[in-house]
């Protein structure tokens, strides 16, 4: 008889996320740091990896969508000088009652052949979904340490959203990501730039390869944490 059909591959992990105050990666002109309207690539990928992250899997951000409208208030700050006494005042700028919908998924790290007997997706996918419900592995927060929020599953597309009825709206040249030596083999930091548009209220993110602006910032060398993979001795004590 014919070997029996592949299980279908697990749903993309869904979760809703909520927070008072957020500033992802944002503006800084003089002493002004403005955080940018919508939340980036790299901050949603920093929340999955709050959620669960090994270093054999690679999060991808699919889209995002806006449930509640795009709120600032600006904040007075006094800032420490780390090189010198003496503090300086500075104005940042965070997004309020921020919430959204996100929908990823995670694909394997080919550069980590060490964890290649951990490529078990049903694993992973289990642990997941049983960490969204948990609210996290770790604090979740959005784009700074003061930015506390929460997430926890969802029905991606469920429920009212504040631009829901607005065919497009455009927000220019907008940060990305960066690109790590451990995640894409070249030993520089890169940065990248798009052009997000949001469309009905969700925002449809590109792969990382496909941004056509970037940067080079520095030479850099991988540096992932020492291990032997999944024969490591000291998991059979």
Known sequence: PPPPPPPPPPPPPLFFFKADYGIPPCRVTGVHTCALPISTYEALKGVTKSVYWKPTINWVIDEVRIINPVRTFAKNMKLIKYHESGAELSVYTYLTDVSYQVRAHYEWNLLRDDMKADRIEGKHSAIIQRTLEKGGRRDICLGAR???????????GEGPGAYDDIPELA???????????????????????????MKNGIVKFIRPEECKITRVVRKMKANPPRSCGVNDLSLEE
Do not use: I
């Open 171 to 197: 927000f220019g040249v907008m940060f990305h990501g960066f690109d790590y030596p451990d995640e894409t083999g070249r030993e520089e930091l890169g940065v990248r730039f798009w052009k997000p548009v």
């Open 146 to 156: 003061e930015c506390q929020a929460y997430v926890e599953p969802c029905r991606f």
